[in-house]
């Protein structure tokens, strides 16, 4: 996997200050990725500044990695949230969030006062990736909620998740009472304030399924669309710093 640099790494790195590396964001001399507040950034990418010969990569894969333009993601994410009225997530392809969740649920709000709670949907997420194919699917999170994955894709390579829900998508065997009781059990919250909650997940009928299903597909889409023209905006910037550079 490509390491990942803090400011502070390549500000020693490079031997510059704070300010000079978001000039160097700014006018394309130097690559990153925004995730949550922090800025990350490819050792390879330092090195070749440095002037350090490095292998070139096999896929384009890192490189669409390392220009998620998380910010025209949360955007469209949100739009998404709001119309569907489904919470949803951007998430890179081992499970790990690249955006803040959009229109968190009421339950999901409850659970994640409890910090297993957090950590658990955290690690559900991971493993919700890794269970649907490549072409994405539903899965179940580890409370016994269903959600919608959707791959974002560059030349047939996941290189994110558009993750919608939670709802109560397929027909259960056990009463959904009884899902609510155990997880009020398992966490240890008060049952009435589970079953308020619970309210607001959405049942997804029979009707509702090929149309809700659809939406998340048109989301990645455009999110993979905005992904491809920023990387084309930068290879073009990179190729005008060629040209003007003085040698």
């Known amino acids: 996997m490509e390491e990942l640099l803090t400011t502070r790494q390549v500000q020693d790195l490079l031997k510059v200050d704070r300010i000079t590396i978001y000039r160097m964001l700014q006018d394309g001399r130097l690559r990153g990725v925004k ?9 390879r990418e330092v090195e070749r500044l440095l002037g350090h010969p490095t292998p070139e990569p096999s896929s384009q894969v890192i490189d669409l990695a390392a220009g998620f333009p998380t910010h025209c993601a ?15 997530v951007i998430l890179d392809p081992e499970g790990h969030p690249l955006t803040e969740v959009s229109h968190p649920c009421a339950l999901c709000h409850l659970l994640w006062q409890n910090k297993q709670a957090r950590a658990d949907c955290e690690a ?59 997880l009020a059990q398992h966490y240890d919250l008060p049952i009435e304030q589970v079953y308020a909650a619970a309210r607001e997940i959405r049942t997804i009928d029979s009707v509702q399924r090929q149309r809700i299903a659809a939406w998340p597909s048109a989301a990645a889409r455009a999110v993979q669309s905005i992904l491809h023209e920023r990387l084309s905006f930068v290879e073009r910037l990179q190729q005008i710093a060629s040209l003007t550079q003085i040698s």
């Open 124 to 182: 559900s997420w991971q493993r919700m990736v890794r269970e649907v194919t490549p072409q994405g699917g539903i899965a179940t999170c580890h409370v016994g909620l269903d959600y919608l994955l959707t791959p974002i894709q560059d030349e047939g390579r996941v290189v994110a998740w558009f993750i919608c829900g939670p709802c109560l998508w397929q027909t259960r065997s056990t009463d959904v009472n009884t899902l609510w009781e155990r």
């Open 74 to 88: 949360q955007t469209i994410q949100d739009l998404y949230a709001e119309i569907s009225g489904l919470s949803a």
């Open 35 to 43: 995730i949550g507040q922090q800025w990350r950034f490819s050792r």
